[in-house]
């Protein structure tokens, strides 16, 4: 059987600070929550691989070392609100959990949304709130967030997404454009006038989530 809290160490000490992870609340909250847990039971021996692993219905649990750089540029802050889009069984949500104020943990699934819940519970996580829509939509009724991560690569990040963002706030997200293979980890920061500038962080292979593909164009 696999020994999951030696994997959870192995994952902090061979994945995340090898690859510059060197926040200590971030890499706190990565040992604590059971990756295990947030995935179908036939997954779980190979939750701790760093790998973005297929969960079902178009969502994705993001590799390890990828999610925790994104986690560390999108620098959380305790007194943050984050918009958590394609939260799925609240793995990503439940990582937030202990650095923010709040976290609206977006998802459309609701099996993955009953089971985030239950999960979220049983860890005595009481500061993510669940909000059931279309991704793409963002949740505008609790806009502005000072903080909004997308748990899946994007061909383009939509407006309405950019428009919940809160003067002075960040979005970070991994870029595919044009179908291509590798994406970018991107930081978006929207200024005090309302400006939304990007800095493009680091190369990452991960699947598109559901709703954010490129748009097919053809050919005649």
Request: with cysteine; proline share 5%.
């Amino acid at each position: 059987m696999m020994d999951f809290p030696k994997a959870r160490v192995n994952m902090i000490d061979g994945q995340l600070s090898t690859s510059g992870v060197v926040n200590e609340q971030i890499l706190e909250s990565f040992s604590y929550v059971p990756r295990e847990m947030f995935v179908p039971q036939k997954l779980r021996d190979v939750a701790y691989i760093d790998e973005s692993l297929d969960i079902g219905q178009g969502r994705f649990l993001l590799s390890p070392i990828v999610y925790s750089k994104m986690v560390q540029a999108a620098n959380p802050c305790g007194f943050d609100v984050v918009l958590d889009i394609g939260s799925a069984y609240g793995y990503s949500s439940a990582i937030l959990s202990p650095l923010v104020t709040t976290v609206i943990a977006l998802e459309h699934n609701k099996r993955q949304m009953d089971k985030a819940a239950k999960l979220w519970e049983q860890l005595g996580v009481n500061n993510i709130v669940l909000s059931e829509g279309e991704l793409a939509n963002g949740v505008p009724e609790q806009a502005p967030y000072s903080l909004i991560i997308i748990n899946g690569a994007v061909s383009e990040v939509p407006k309405k997404i950019i428009d919940q963002i809160d003067v002075g706030g960040r979005l970070v997200a991994v870029v595919r454009e044009d179908s291509s293979y590798v994406g970018c980890a991107t930081l978006f920061i929207k200024s005090h006038n309302g400006d939304v500038s990007c800095k493009k962080l680091f190369d990452a292979n991960i699947p598109f989530i559901k709703g954010f593909e490129p748009s097919l164009e053809f050919e005649f």
